[in-house]
């Protein structure tokens, strides 16, 4: 599969994480220049692999990377979902590479559109600087920059109430 980078489609390109992106090449990735224009360069990634299998959505998963049950109960739209997502991968991401519309704005962990209070598991989200410590000690978590450490269960959150 060949990559074409259109110029209005090259910065929701970019912001994704390499691991995310789908590229003609297991050794390839897209990044920002100092322009912030695409260009392609050489990486490695141990996270990069070949192989791997495939859940019922049709999603492909390395076998060597532990894959967790997420489960979102959307207070909005009253929708639950549950889907698998790598401990590799941003939650949101998965979720929408499922079909699965979750809340989101800026897709880099600083605003809380995509806030959820966790109900039970446990997710890392080093780059959520949109909450403060105290409400992720409180169990608030960032979907778009969020990675499961475990089968977890969360649930949507209004801004206003964070």
Known sequence: MDLIISSHSCNSLCRKPAFYRRISSP???TQHST???CRVVKTTSELQSSLGVSDRTGNSYSPSIPTHKVTVHDRQRGVVHEFLVPEDQYILHTAESQNITLPFACRHGCCT???VRVKSGQL???EALGISAE???KG???LCVGFPSSDLEVETQD???L
């Open 27 to 29: 050794n390839t990735t």
């Open 35 to 37: 322009s912030l224009k």
């Open 113 to 115: 559109s995509c806030a």
């Open 124 to 126: 890392r989200q080093p």
């Open 135 to 137: 409400l992720k000690s």
């Open 140 to 142: 608030y978590a960032l």
């Open 159 to 161: 801004e206003d109430e």
